[in-house]
């Protein structure tokens, strides 16, 4: 897994960000876009493409992208 990777799988299920907003740092519950369905959206994309099951709380509890990456990255493990 490629944390540049994961910020692109991240962006595509943002509609109307600009790719250029997504970093690794990215407080993505800033983004006007951010809302419900897109976490859900993010948790279901994370099952399918690495297998890792996110909740809630990783979500409530992650500030940035790379939190979520960091997050998944430690369940591959």
Avoid: P
């Avoid at 099951?53 to 960091?70: K, P, Q, V």
């Amino acid at each position: 897994m490629d944390l540049n990777q994961f910020i692109e799988i991240f962006a595509s299920q943002f509609d109307n960000t600009d790719a250029a907003e997504f970093k690794a740092g990215t407080v993505f519950k800033d983004l006007d876009d951010w809302s419900s369905f897109i976490a859900v959206s993010i948790v279901a994309t994370v099952y399918e493409e690495y297998g890792v099951t996110l909740d809630g709380d990783d979500i409530r509890n992650a500030n940035t992208i790379e939190d979520l990456y960091t997050i998944i990255e430690e369940r591959i493990k």
